[in-house]
């Protein structure tokens, strides 16, 4: 009974009913993972309609509105209505004209991403690929390895991105065997990728068995 | 004092108003009167120029955030970079208006499947329960979480208050469902190896031998086979945790960044395209 | 004087990239049209849609789960022009979101595709469905989707992160065709595994220009061009003068390089 | 043989994990890593150099990685409080400061640590960068008190705690990429040593900071949580985790060589039946 007890209690019982369910997956859709699925969808959306509320509309728009008095918030009530206008044949004309705002401005944010994001990894890239001469021959010795690093460097770089022009004729055979190359080099890095990141996710894995097992059953115990 | 608000703050009738007296309700009326104003004035303009009047919000919308890039900020610096956190402020809340449209296509799906007995409505009904539960009980937590819900019984050691259901909800549901969703990744990255990894062509054995390489040099078996070659040497290198690291610093970075700078100019045009309606897409091309 | 953005040369350097990509696009519709090289995996649209139609099951499309942004209107514009052809054959496209935003963007999209193919009766509004704006709890419900609507081909377009690799291996398993293209290069690897055709990056913004063919979209790929070579070029010169600087002696020089190497450092 | 269905797999998956996680007597020889060993032995000159120096812990990490990160302060903290090391936990999430916290009691029982005298939460700090530039300054000053609202002039680890200075190394627990704030703002400027802890996809970034001798050591992901248990001479949960882990790999590469031979052999077969 006592062994029971950890098993039935249902701050354990529920989330491992749900992990199994969820792990059921794997084998084949059905049931539980259909029932659990629909549950965690609901959670979500109430979840996310209430933080909604809680930390956007009323920090943002009801207590600058009907506690500081800035009555102008009121406004976007109406507007809002705007976005539901997809629902109507009269109307809907405008939903295009909102949902064109916000594209607007999501593509006006771009310059400054593009700027802080990308630019500096154009900076970044510069690289010396001659080793150093100046400062006697031991230094020239050390600095050769890192030279030709950067000589590669610049060459993987150049040659990948040889591959992703789309408009100039490729029909140069050099330039076609670059950008080859460089799709494979590319495949390489994303070998690599792959294999980083097996044990993160696995990671992920044994720590849902272990709470299962540990946590639940309590057949696991540990030096914690 | 907001600049979408701006020409007119200046005479008083903008102000905030204190205190919820007729003069504060009055002006919310005014509010909407305006916003419902502004709605029939829209309406009111023909056919033909709706195309131009969206074209024309669509570049107000991107303006802003480009002035605030390109303009000096020593002569804009009020209007510009002082209203940011209000341009962000203002967006979200807008934003936050549309979370309808969510829940309607949601939530009403599923209430159709549930009023017309749809195969499957059982599940709608259990989803459209979690929704009210979750949402309900995360608005008590936020204003009441000492709530009683179940007082004190024998066989019980405290009463269950509004926080406990909410914290029941949250953590042994959303976030626990949450975290299994993401452990499936363990299963199925084994399965995708599995197929992935044929040497059809020289670029899947190219993607194997990568991956290979560097897995052996995250865990000891890697560490165990080549574990006779001296670290410190030249040949060190071979060492399979220093090729997996060369393979994950030096060739990744310059590839992937090669890749990053046509992600990031294909980003800029796309979003010149849409700011300035030069697209000629499936969506902004209609004619409304 | 001051810039909104400190570094000024940055912003000029962005300025310029912009005009080239404009300056192309406006000759390409005065007339000018290039021509792109092909793409491979896009030949295998048509086909693939056209499996489905046979096998009398639906297409599913995602726009990625970065909500309502640039990558996903992106990711819309080419499932626009997938859902023509979809709407030809008479078929369904299921699009599931993760933004109510994009929810009511992409029902348009998908209405006006079927408008034009002249099959207005064929679109269901149902069809465009927001799950979630969670990303595992989205994750499980278009798996669930691709499973009980026995889904023939699925198109994975847009901002993609752990969970792509559930969607690909339950679609996969479910044996459908799936095409995918996304801007997260990490992600890149686990699509290649699970799906059978992948674009690879920037081949993503291309791929609206490949398929319509309109002058604009092509135009905008030879700006593009162009200012990848820019960037391109902007790291050799960059390059060179960090490799000259040691053997310089030149005053004159010096400061020269010193400047252009600084000059985009932010 | 090259078409074996994947849930075979998923069983074999899920036996591995459960075995190697039930059966506490078994656990895969550990070998580890140069930069595991150089962050053990960074954290042992420490307590050689002068026991009684103060070390930080920061977490950013919380329940969603805990698979990883967990067993990785679990082992770090175990060197600290054997090795008699003060030291003040620091978090960048606010669910890590009790995760942190709780490990810190649990193990304080066992080495008879006394909180506010051998070790002491700072806290979640919200506005964590500027939080970590007042502390460059003046470390008691910015923090004024810990977690539980103690003031620091009350808590008797924190005496002769003014600076960076006063630090003898810091640890970097994280699945996020934090790191660069401490090496600009503190190893930067004090050379205060930096042992790095993150989760296996944060840590390729890290490796350019090791060859420069930013970062003094790194023990990745879980692996690292193994290595570091066979360095302390113990055999805990982490060592049971990272020879699941090693299992797990070793199952994925002979999946690979078997799938690889078994498409081969089709092939043959296939050429066979074409003649």
């Known amino acids: 009974m006592n062994y029971l007890h950890h098993i039935l209690e249902p701050r354990l019982l529920f989330p491992a009913i749900g992990t199994l369910a969820i792990f059921s997956l794997v084998f084949r859709e059905n049931k539980m993972y259909r029932l659990f699925e629909h549950m965690f969808i609901g959670l979500a959306a109430g979840y996310s309609l209430a933080i909604t509320w809680t930390d956007v509309l009323k920090p943002f728009w009801w207590d600058p509105m009907w506690v500081d008095g800035q009555w102008e918030w009121v406004v976007i009530v109406p507007l809002s209505f705007m976005f539901y206008a997809i629902y109507t044949k009269k109307f809907v004309w405008m939903s295009r004209l909102i949902f064109g705002f916000f594209f607007g401005t999501a593509s006006g944010t771009v310059f400054r991403q593009f700027a802080g994001e990308y630019i500096p990894q154009i900076t970044a890239s510069y690289k010396n690929v001659f080793p150093d001469l100046k400062h006697g021959h031991t230094a020239m010795l050390a600095s050769i390895p890192q030279a030709i690093d950067n000589l590669i460097f610049v060459a993987i770089l150049l040659a990948v991105a040889t591959y992703f022009f789309f408009a100039f004729e490729q029909q140069n055979k050099t330039v076609q065997k670059v950008a080859l190359s460089g799709r494979a080099i590319l495949m390489i890095a994303l070998g690599a990728i792959f294999g980083a990141t097996i044990m993160t996710r696995e990671a992920l894995l044994i720590d849902r068995m272990y709470f299962l097992l540990h946590d639940w059953l309590q057949i696991v115990h540990s030096a914690m | 004092m907001d600049p979408f608000i701006l020409p007119l703050a200046v005479s008083g009738f903008f102000g905030p108003v204190h205190g919820h007296g007729a003069a504060f309700f009055g002006k919310l009326a005014v509010g909407i009167v305006a916003g419902i104003l502004f709605l029939v004035g829209l309406q009111l303009i023909p056919t033909r120029l709706r195309k131009p009047t969206i074209v024309f919000f669509t570049f107000m919308g991107g303006l802003y955030y480009v002035l605030d890039f390109f303009l000096p900020v020593s002569r804009f610096e009020k209007a510009l970079v002082g209203q940011e956190s209000f341009a962000g402020n203002l967006l979200n809340v807008f934003g936050a208006f549309a979370v309808g449209l969510g829940v309607i296509s949601l939530i009403g799906l599923h209430l159709k499947t549930v009023s017309r007995q749809r195969e499957g409505w059982g599940f709608s009904t259990v989803l459209i329960v979690s929704f009210v539960l979750m949402a309900v009980f995360t608005l008590l937590n936020a204003y009441h979480p000492k709530g009683v819900i179940v007082p004190k019984v024998p066989g019980l050691q405290t009463n269950i208050t509004t926080g406990d259901v909410f914290t029941f909800l949250f953590q042994s549901g959303l976030t626990a469902l949450d975290s299994a969703m993401f452990a499936l990744i363990g299963f199925f990255i084994i399965s995708a190896s599995y197929r992935a990894f044929r040497i059809r062509n020289v670029e899947a054995s190219m993607l194997m031998a990568s991956a290979l390489i560097v897995m052996l040099g995250q865990v000891s078996l890697g560490t165990a086979l080549t574990n006779f070659i001296p670290p410190q040497t030249v040949w060190g290198n071979l060492r399979f945790e220093n090729l997996a690291q060369y393979l994950l610093v030096d060739i990744n970075t310059p590839a992937l960044r090669a890749v990053t700078f046509g992600i990031a100019v294909g980003l800029l045009a796309t979003s010149l395209r849409l700011w300035l309606s030069l697209e000629r897409g499936v969506y902004f091309d209609q004619e409304a | ?266 | 043989m090259q078409r074996v269905d994947p849930r075979i797999l998923y069983v074999l998956l899920v036996v591995i994990i459960t075995v190697s996680l039930v059966d506490k007597s078994f656990s895969l020889p550990i070998i580890p890593a140069q930069q595991t060993v150089q962050a053990y032995n960074t954290i042992e000159a420490a307590g050689r150099e002068n026991p009684r120096r103060m070390a930080i812990v920061d977490g950013w990490w919380s329940a969603s990685t805990q698979g990883e990160n967990k067993w990785q302060t679990i082992a770090l903290m175990t060197q600290l409080m054997r090795d008699r090391i003060p030291f003040a936990m620091l978090s960048g999430d606010p669910q890590n400061t009790t995760l942190m916290e709780t490990i810190a009691d649990k193990l304080a029982q066992k080495y008879n640590y006394k909180y506010g005298q051998d070790y002491v939460n700072w806290g979640y700090k919200v506005a964590y960068p500027q939080t970590l530039i007042g502390m460059v300054q003046d470390i008691p000053g910015t923090l004024k008190e810990d977690a539980n609202g103690t003031p620091m002039a009350k808590l008797p680890v924190m005496n002769g705690v003014h600076t960076f200075k006063d630090i003898s190394v810091v640890a970097e627990i994280t699945p996020v990429s934090s790191l660069d704030l401490w090496l600009g703002m503190v190893q930067g400027v004090d050379h205060t040593p930096i042992v790095y802890l993150p989760t296996a996809v944060m840590a390729p970034e890290a490796f350019p900071y090791l060859d420069s001798h930013q970062i003094s050591g790194m023990a990745i992901g879980i692996k690292g949580a193994g290595d570091y248990e066979k360095l302390l001479g113990m055999k805990s949960t982490g060592t049971q985790i990272s020879s699941a882990m090693s299992l797990v790999y070793a199952l994925i590469i002979l999946l690979i060589v078997v799938g690889n031979i078994g498409y081969w052999a089709d092939r043959a077969v296939k050429a066979q039946q074409a003649k």
Not at chain 3, 98 to 106: F, K
Not at chain 3, 184 to 197: E, G, S, V
Not at chain 3, 202 to 228: C, H, M, W
Request: contains cysteine.
């Open chain 3, 1 to 266: 004087m001051e810039f909104a953005y400190t570094n000024w040369p940055v912003a000029y350097f962005v300025l310029l990239i912009s005009l080239v990509i404009v300056f192309k696009v406006v000759t390409a519709q005065r007339g000018k049209v290039p021509s792109i090289r092909r793409i491979a995996g896009m030949n295998a649209i048509d086909e693939a849609v056209g499996r489905a139609t046979e096998m009398g099951r639906p297409i599913l499309m995602v726009p990625g789960i970065s909500g309502f942004d640039i990558v996903t209107m992106q990711a819309l514009n080419i499932f626009g022009y997938i859902a023509r052809s979809v709407a030809k054959f008479g078929n369904r496209c299921i699009l599931p979101t993760i933004d109510p935003v994009v929810t009511g963007v992409a029902e348009e999209v998908l209405r006006d595709a079927y408008q034009e193919a002249g099959r207005p009766e064929m679109f269901n509004p149902e069809d465009v469905r927001f799950l979630s704006d969670r990303q595992f709890a989205f994750a499980s419900g278009v798996s669930g989707i691709i499973s009980r609507e026995k889904v023939a081909t699925s198109f994975l377009m847009g901002a993609f992160f752990a969970e792509s690799l559930i969607i690909a291996e339950v679609g996969q398993r479910a044996g459908a065709v799936q095409i995918a293209a996304t801007t997260q290069t990490t992600q890149l690897p686990f699509l290649i595994a699970t799906c059978d055709y992948v674009l690879l990056g920037d081949e993503f913004y291309a791929a609206s220009a490949y398929l319509s063919r309109n002058p604009t979209l092509l135009g905008s790929i030879v700006g593009q061009d162009y200012s990848k070579l820019l960037m391109l070029l902007a790291v050799l010169i960059g390059t060179i003068c960090v490799t000259l600087l040691p053997f310089l002696h030149n005053h004159f020089m010096i400061h020269l390089l010193s400047y252009l190497i600084a000059l985009f450092k932010s």
